[in-house]
């Protein structure tokens, strides 16, 4: 291949490749978008591994991101210190489990814990009323609001605990016709 | 015979050595854990050694014949990151012999999926240039639809039902611009351009009476004048049999043109409906998920614009609202003898309203009929009929509203039963026009008689008072004015159509300006200087009214079916109508309307439009085939003018254009003893069908009775769970194929495997603990256990509920250390420790 590129080396694009669903040339394009949100922060240079955090606030800014109501929680899912800021791995990693080619399976797991507000490892009610409300912009009554999530709960909820588990999420999900085409993000 | 084999191995290392040096490493390796499996192995009796070297082989072949399809590199790293793992496995407290069993199909797995992601990727690329070449002609085609956007606009702010009004209205403008492309391209272009001009034939000629007057606005208004006298009507038409130089056999085209109008639309109204059918029955599966689908998959990840993700959101409370809607439905339980009872009240009081009015209107009717016999006649007596029908359609309906309260249905029914209804207080209407006309046109045909006489002679004396002056030229002809005319009861009739459309344009579009836009405009500005509260009482704004709309579409429809065949101009102005209907009307709801204050949801089929709209064909198709059938043509005007009977043509053109056996075969074709045979069969053929449907209607109801009995046994089944012997769980949970564990090695991703590999397991080493010296190769033969251990340890399920002897909660989340990349470590409570 002929493009010489000094940002990665060779080996480090060959991993990225092999761990994410990108294409040499997209890891590159990803590299250029982190590069321009801070770029007096993050380095041309990756050859050396840097370690190089970008906040929350900038990540959310993104036109891909910008309307999404989830955005912040999908930044925190992906963030390794859980507080948002996102490595340039972290970066890639987010828009691959995003991507067109990722698998049902993957994404489900990452969807589950986009939707898992409180981070306890169960979509519970309060779980369930938070996403509502980012979805419809609160413009649902609060009985609306009980009802949804409760019929929710009875609707997705296998084991009887009153909560979502990640089986009761997968087992959801995988039934549901809309939601490759949905949980996508082109970049 | 182990020192052969490996004797054989070591050759093929060899081998491949030579090519590749960085494979070295990865055979010795392989290798190295193939030799301590073997060895291991070899101590166990009930274990053939046959298998593990057989598929140590296998891999080596496969590993041999992937490298060399290239990206060997990558495969190296692979090979050497997977026996990195396979190592990192033996800290896993499994035997010797189940982790060398394990290792070799994880190899093996990853091997497959390394050669996997290589082919199919390289042919994705090949194929992604056929696809994305389909994906933008769809992409295209979608774009063409007209008016998409606006329509989706309608439906994210007022919901589907309301959109579904506007879905309706594109289709039927889709119908009458064929039916416009049909009739314009194949009559009225071909008279305009091939036939005689304006002037030179009697019909073509405003008549020398009316001449001053065929100027006037208010006789254009009315569609007399210039216009009567033109293509738009029938009356224009020559009745030439060829007309120009293509010899077009306009006659017979107008036929021809005029059946296939019915045609079409018949064929597109059902298709339309088996179509709708088809969707129907092909959901309703999938009702099980119907609030969390909404929950976790409405929302589009992949949108960026603020508008659309104003309109995403507003569409998305829309939809809760609807099937809040639905749900709250459903759960009403009432008493039902009460129900009952009120909707049987209601449709008595209906079916009493309904009988009033149609004799109302029988006795209006009779009563003009008696008042065109006399003389001075005021305003009043002329347009009783059209007051009271007016009248009638103006406050009948939200009487049926009122009442209709008394019913409770579900949203969606009850406008079906409310469009019901004005559809049988409109048929009153039709039938008293369709009166009127008839009236009218026996009339005409009275007149005809002493009209044609009176031409008759008018035009002899003309050629003898000109023979008189000079003998040997032929006598000018008389000026085509100036001619006596019949009275064209075909023209008279498409007239009639036509100022009925026209009028019925008018009095919608009125309507909506002053009842939506005019008071909307009074709510909001003079809220401010009110007494009370416009907006929140009376009056507010008006919700979009779907079945009034609805119905105005179906019958305008119906009137234009009627009417095309006498006026093949009428097409034409319905297409105009339904353009400007479709901006006006958006305009109107987006921005006088209020949402309804319950949504619902559009049924999933339009089929009750459709089947409205197919019962006014037919009630159109009837008279229209009765004028033809049975009522001679004028003499003097239009393409049948001379003939005995309007269906003359066809024969005509049978006997002339065509060789001699057409005819033959039509004769015998028209045979009755061929034509009924034929109709019996196929009233057999429906009933067969019928039947055939019935039964596969039947076996998909019991289809779709046994998932729903299956879904719920397991729902009950993991509800149950914690009810049943712990032992007998813990067996359940093993003889369920573990899919979960060979799904972790599936992925693609080293570092997703070994997140997921510390996440899935964790709920095995439970059950592993459970059937400590029995094989485990993939929980499978796990019927034996011994009892005692099984009521110290319990399998982990999620949401760990019972706690382990003595042991508060041994480790965190069912999930275990999952978030990052890293790998963690299972931890496994002491006593389960090896």
Redesign the interface.
């Known amino acids: 291949m002929g493009n010489k590129q000094t940002i990665f080396t060779d080996e480090q694009l060959?991993a990225y490749q092999?761990?994410?669903f990108f294409t040499r040339k997209e890891i590159l394009r990803l590299h250029g978008r982190y590069y321009e949100m801070a770029p007096n922060v993050v380095p041309m240079d990756y050859t050396k591994d840097p370690d190089v955090k970008l906040p929350m606030q900038l990540i959310i800014n993104m036109?891909?991101l910008?309307?999404?109501?989830?955005k912040e929680r999908i930044v925190e899912s992906f963030s390794?210190d859980?507080e948002g800021s996102l490595s340039f791995n972290d970066f890639v990693d987010m828009f691959s489990v995003?991507s067109e080619m990722a698998?049902r399976?993957?994404k489900a797991?990452y969807?589950f814990?986009i939707?898992d507000f409180n981070t306890d490892?169960?979509i519970c009610k309060a779980d369930?009323e938070k996403?509502?409300n980012k979805?419809?912009?609160e413009?649902?009554t609060a009985e609306?609001i009980t009802?949804?999530c409760e019929?929710?709960i009875e609707?997705?909820d296998?084991?009887?605990?009153g909560?979502l588990?990640?089986?009761d999420?997968e087992n959801?999900?995988s039934?549901?016709?809309?939601?490759l085409?949905?949980?996508?993000?082109?970049i | 015979k182990e020192d052969k084999e490996e004797d054989e191995s070591k050759e093929e290392d060899n081998g491949s050595q030579q090519n590749r040096a960085c494979r070295r490493k990865n055979y010795q390796r392989r290798n190295r854990d193939g030799k301590k499996a073997r060895e291991e192995e070899s101590q166990k009796k009930d274990r053939g050694k046959t298998a593990p070297t057989k598929d140590q082989k296998d891999s080596e072949n496969k590993e041999k014949k992937t490298t060399k399809r290239g990206k060997e590199?990558?495969k190296d790293?692979?090979n050497s990151t997977s026996s990195a793992s396979s190592n990192s496995s033996d800290e896993e407290s499994l035997s010797e012999e189940e982790l060398a069993m394990l290792k070799e199909q994880v190899e093996q797995k990853k091997k497959l999926i390394s050669t996997m992601r290589n082919k199919p990727w390289r042919m994705v690329k090949k194929l992604s240039k056929w696809v994305k070449f389909k994906r933008d002609f769809e992409n295209f085609k979608t774009q063409c639809i007209p008016w998409e956007m606006k329509i989706k606009e309608v439906e994210s702010h007022f919901g589907s039902s309301v959109a579904s009004y506007f879905i309706f209205l594109r289709w039927m403008y889709g119908v009458n611009l064929v039916l416009f492309a049909l009739i314009f391209g194949l009559v009225i272009i071909p008279e305009v351009l091939m036939g005689m001009p304006y002037g030179s034939l009697p019909r073509k000629t405003v008549p020398r009476a009316e001449q001053e007057t065929a100027m006037d606005f208010s006789v254009l208004w009315d569609f007399e004048g210039y216009i009567k006298y033109s293509a738009l009507f029938y009356g224009y038409y020559n009745n030439q049999r060829t007309i120009g130089w293509l010899k077009y056999r306009l006659p017979m085209a107008y036929f021809t043109v005029g059946i296939s109008v019915f045609g079409y639309s018949l064929m597109v109204v059902i298709r339309s409906m088996a179509r709708n059918a088809n969707e129907s029955t092909a959901d309703g599966d999938?009702n099980?998920?119907?609030?969390?689908?909404k929950?976790?998959?409405?929302?589009?990840?992949?949108?960026?614009?603020?508008e659309?993700?104003d309109n995403k959101?507003a569409s998305?409370?829309t939809s809760?609202?609807e099937?809040?809607v639905d749900?709250?439905e459903s759960n009403k339980d009432e008493n039902i003898h009460l129900r009952r009872f009120l909707r049987v009240l209601a449709n008595v009081l209906i079916i009493c309203c309904l009988c009033g009015s149609g004799y109302l209107i029988y006795f209006v009717v009779k009563r003009s009929q008696t008042f065109s016999k006399m003389q001075n006649v005021g305003w009043y007596e002329r347009n009783e009929v059209e007051i009271v029908m007016s009248l009638l359609g103006m406050f009948c309906p939200p009487l049926f509203e009122t009442i209709a309260a008394l019913e409770n249905y579900h949203p969606r029914i009850g406008l079906k039963w409310q469009l019901g209804r004005i559809f049988a207080l409109f048929l009153g209407n039709l039938y008293t026009f369709l009166l009127a006309l008839m009236d009218d046109v026996n009339e005409k045909l009275a007149e005809e008689d002493v009209v044609k006489n009176i031409t008759h002679w008018t035009l002899l004396g003309h050629h003898n008072s000109s023979a008189g002056n000079a003998s040997a030229v032929t006598p000018p002809p008389l000026d085509p004015a100036d001619v006596p005319r019949g009275p064209c009861w075909e023209t008279t009739v498409g007239i009639e159509f036509v100022r009925l459309t026209v009028s019925d344009i008018l009095v919608t579009y009125i309507t909506i300006l002053v009842g939506d836009f005019i008071r909307a405009c009074f709510v909001r500005f003079v809220n401010y200087c009110w007494c009370w509260d416009l907006e929140a009482g009376f009056p507010s704004y008006a919700e979009f009214d779907i079945s009034g709309n609805v119905l105005g579409l179906v019958f305008n429809q119906g009137m234009i079916w009627m009417g095309s065949f006498y006026a093949p101009g009428l097409v034409g102005i319905n297409v105009l109508r339904l353009l400007t209907s479709m901006y006006f009307q958006c305009w109107a709801v987006m921005s006088s309307n209020v949402p309804h204050a319950r949504v619902f949801k559009a049924s999933k089929s339009n089929n009750f439009y459709m089947g409205l709209l197919l019962l006014i064909l037919f009630l159109s198709l009837l008279p229209v085939a009765y004028t033809i059938m049975s009522l001679p043509p004028s003499f003097d005007c239009g393409p049948f003018s001379g003939k005995k009977r309007m269906y003359d043509v066809i024969q005509e053109t049978i006997e002339l254009d065509f060789p001699l056996f057409v005819a033959k075969i039509f004769s015998y074709v028209a045979n009755p003893g061929l034509i009924i045979p034929a109709i019996l069969l196929m009233v057999l053929t429906i009933y067969y069908l019928n039947a055939v449907s019935k039964a596969y209607q039947r076996a998909n109801a019991e289809l779709k009775k046994k998932m729903q009995m299956q879904r719920e046994e397991?729902?009950n089944k993991?509800?149950n769970?914690a009810s049943t012997n712990p032992m007998l769980q813990d067996l359940e949970d093993l003889l369920t194929p573990s899919t979960k564990t060979e799904?972790p090695p599936k992925?693609a991703?080293?570092?997703?495997t070994e997140s997921l590999n510390g996440s899935s397991p964790v709920r095995k080493p439970g059950r592993g603990e459970v059937l400590a010296g029995s094989p485990m190769a993939s929980g499978r033969g796990a019927a034996f256990t011994p009892p005692s251990q099984a009521f110290v340890t319990q399998p982990r399920?999620?949401?760990v509920r019972a706690p382990y002897p003595g042991q508060p909660r041994p480790w965190g989340?069912?999930?275990g250390p999952?978030?990052?990349r890293g790998r963690g470590q299972p931890c496994y409570p002491p006593w389960a420790a090896r």
């Open positions: 060959d092999d761990c994410t036109p891909e910008k309307e999404n109501p989830f390794e859980g995003l698998p399976e993957l797991i969807a814990k939707y490892n169960f369930l996403t509502l979805l419809t912009r413009e649902l609306e009802l949804v019929k929710v609707e997705a296998m084991d009887g605990d909560k588990g990640f089986a999420f959801m999900i039934k549901a016709p809309d939601f085409s949905t949980f996508h993000i082109r | 590199g990558k790293r692979k999938d099980n998920f119907i609030f969390s689908w929950m976790f998959t409405s929302w589009d990840y992949l949108i960026g614009n603020p659309t993700a959101f998305i409370t809760f609202k099937s809040i749900e709250q397991e729902k993991r509800n769970k799904s992925q991703e080293d570092k997703k399920t999620l949401g989340h069912p999930l999952v978030p990052g």
